[in-house]
């Protein structure tokens, strides 16, 4: 596997259940983003990891709930969704935070909540 | 509040013309402004980057074009093939802040016509 690899890649959940999300990334990278992506909206930063430490967390509701279990593993755990809370979401790596570390991203997940 | 607005949402070029790709921002604290590209079933990807020191910036077919007084900059891909056909999405960001945020546009779908 190379880069930002992201399993599922698609995802079905009734508004009760509880899934996660995995991201892995295989650059060697310290840090690693979540994003949601919807139709006609702006991509939205949800949460950042830098050295396995949450160090941005943009008010986010706390149905979604992120874990940094090492540099290389992200994941999004997710329970009693919305059905506003289907989107594309992606995970995202970077040597070093902030302005100019190019940020390398997955496929993304494409969650649909019923 | 959207930080960065893009235009137009949609634009259809025919093979071999230039694509122009327009953003505005208000905060005048940005000093990082990317594009990304991001093709259907992929995540987006790194395309140009400039920083407000320089009004041009030439990659290949692609040109960001930058104005800071007017706030506002452009992603012009001459020659523009099929194989371009993408949606393209500007960001902005803040160094100063030590902020790991990237503040994204909408995106513009671009479709290239043999």
């Known amino acids: 596997e190379t880069g930002v690899t992201q399993t599922p890649r698609h995802l079905v959940m009734g508004m009760t259940n509880k899934k996660s999300l995995k991201c892995e990334q295989h650059l060697g990278h310290n840090a690693m983003y979540w994003y949601k992506q919807s139709a006609k909206k702006p991509l939205e930063l949800m949460f950042v990891y830098s050295l396995e430490e949450r160090v941005e967390n943009n008010s986010v509701p706390s149905r979604f709930s992120p874990e940094c279990p090492n540099s290389s593993h992200l994941f999004l755990h997710l329970h009693t969704l919305q059905p506003e809370d289907s989107a594309l979401y992606l995970c995202?790596?970077?040597?070093?935070?902030?302005?100019?570390?190019?940020?390398?991203f997955g496929p993304g997940t494409r969650l649909t909540v019923t | 509040q959207q930080q960065v607005k893009q235009s137009p949402q949609s634009l259809i070029v025919q093979k071999g013309g230039i694509s122009i790709i327009n953003c505005a921002y208000e905060n005048t604290a940005f000093d990082y402004f990317p594009w990304y590209q991001q093709f259907p079933g992929k995540g987006p990807a790194l395309l140009i980057a400039i920083r407000p020191d320089v009004s041009e910036k030439k990659e290949g077919r692609f040109t960001i074009s930058f104005n800071k007084s007017a706030k506002q900059f452009s992603l012009h891909i001459m020659d523009s093939q099929p194989g371009d056909s993408a949606t393209y999405f500007c960001a902005a960001s803040n160094s100063g802040a030590g902020s790991y945020q990237l503040t994204f546009g909408k995106g513009t779908k671009l479709s290239v016509i043999p």
């Open positions: 995202a790596s970077s040597q070093g935070g902030g302005v100019g570390y190019e940020q390398y």
